[in-house]
């Protein structure tokens, strides 16, 4: 089974929320401690949330929370599960060519496992099953960034959301 679904029916964001962005103040995260699992990536507050699919995500789902994610050239954030979060729903805000979104679905991390590459289609959103171990590698001169709607009750499953998603009613006021 597959760990991402591209929601192909969807139509492309909006500029209105590319833009900003390049303009964000970006979060970078603390030390991490023993005591406490601490998000990693850089990322920034959006405005998507206040959308008409957030809003009925939210009702179908519960607790979610948009962000923008940074991904640095030539850097990676290593193998893991997302903390506090079931599923994702990203999308692609610039093109830098040689970066990887992987799944591992089976073996060892240190040895040898089965992947599968995510390739996401810019501007266009992508569900992922964040508890699934997985990692991003951006292999680029350029910064990579993405929007993402991140579903964080417990209690949510990727197969419906994915549901959900398919049944969606596409229409002009969806990004409003």
């Excluded at 601490?38 to 008409?52: G, L």
Aim: charged residues 25%; hydrophobic residues 35%; glycine residues 4%.
């Amino acid at each position: 089974m597959s760990c991402f679904y591209h929601v192909d029916h969807f139509p492309p964001i909006p500029m209105e929320f590319v833009t900003p962005v390049f303009n964000v103040e970006w979060l970078y995260p603390g030390a991490e401690t023993s005591a406490e699992k601490t998000i990693r990536i850089v990322h920034a507050p959006s405005d998507f949330k206040k959308t008409r699919l957030c809003y009925d995500l939210f009702k179908a789902f519960g607790e979610l929370k948009t962000e923008y994610f940074k991904n640095e050239p030539m850097s990676y954030y290593d193998w893991h599960m997302d903390i506090k979060r079931n599923c994702g729903i990203n999308f692609l805000l610039n093109d830098v060519g040689n970066a990887l979104t992987l799944y591992m679905h089976s073996g060892d991390i240190r040895l040898n496992g089965t992947i599968e590459n995510v390739i996401p289609k810019l501007y266009r959103p992508v569900l992922l099953d964040t508890t699934v171990r997985h990692c991003v590698i951006n292999y680029s001169n350029q910064t990579r960034y993405l929007l993402s709607i991140g579903l964080h009750d417990p209690d949510v499953k990727f197969a419906d959301v994915q549901e959900f998603l398919k049944r969606y009613p596409v229409s002009e006021n969806m990004y409003k």
